[in-house]
């Protein structure tokens, strides 16, 4: 079935150092890929998406590229903030029949001045 | 806009018990989600409405789960009677109709002792 596998965390970086969260995928097709971020006592918000192949998502200094050979969506920031200190989700949703998301386990991130 | 609303934020209860949470959407969003994120996983979809009806409830445990939607607006999931393992965040997610953007609310915290 869909799944979504993610790197697992904690991870605690120092301000301004190189972020990678690894995300890859099992899923039939073309599904879309998503980033979600969730910082303490907040919902689940989205950071960032992208629905096809190759395609690049952004925000906030976020990246992701939909790698359909590798089945991988990692996140990269190039010079964390204290700020984004959260727990980050990625989550894919199917491209045909359901639309529900499936989520990875979150990984928790923490950035210290 | 305003975003998805959540009540209550916490609960506690004893196991055996019943316990009720409402959602309330965003205005107009057709499609409402109830995700249940136990501590250190990725949420997991319980149910999806499409208006008032129900179109995938696979994962949600009906002996003890229910959930509807009068009027296709608001929402209540209910436990009864509660056990330990229902203890996680039950978060409520809308969407203007299917493959498009989701909004997630804050969730209510259940603890079950």
């Known amino acids: 079935g869909d799944s979504v596998t993610q790197m697992e965390g904690p991870v605690t970086l120092s301000e301004e150092a190189f972020l990678t969260i690894n995300c890859t995928y099992t899923?039939?097709?073309?599904?879309?890929l998503f980033w979600y971020v969730q910082y303490p006592g907040e919902g689940l918000q989205l950071l960032l998406k992208?629905?096809?192949?190759?395609d690049k998502g952004s925000n906030k200094g976020f990246e992701a590229t939909y790698r359909k050979e590798t089945t991988s969506f990692h996140l990269e920031k190039g010079s964390v903030q204290v700020s984004d200190s959260a727990v980050y989700f990625c989550?894919?949703?199917?491209?045909?029949?359901?639309?529900?998301?499936?989520f990875g386990t979150g990984t928790r991130l923490t950035v210290i001045p | 806009e305003a975003g998805v609303a959540q009540s209550p934020r916490y609960k506690i209860i004893e196991k055996r018990q019943s316990v009720a949470f409402w959602c309330n959407p965003i205005?107009?969003?057709?499609?409402l989600y109830w995700y249940q994120q136990i501590l250190g996983q990725g949420p997991k979809l319980l149910i999806q409405?499409?208006?008032?009806?129900?179109?995938?409830d696979s994962q949600l445990p009906k002996d003890r789960f229910s959930a509807e939607r009068l009027k296709g607006v608001d929402s209540t999931l209910k436990i009864q009677p509660a056990k330990l393992e229902d203890s996680a965040v039950y978060l409520c997610?809308?969407?203007?109709?299917?493959?498009?953007?989701?909004?997630f609310g804050s969730g209510t915290r259940l603890t079950v002792v």
């Open positions: 992208a629905t096809k192949a190759d």
């Open positions: 997610a809308s969407s203007p109709g299917t493959g498009v953007g989701y909004t």
């Open positions: 205005s107009g969003h057709a499609t």
């Open positions: 989550a894919l949703r199917r491209q045909t029949g359901a639309n529900n998301l499936f």
């Open positions: 409405f499409q208006n008032n009806g129900v179109v995938d």
């Open positions: 899923a039939t097709g073309y599904p879309s």
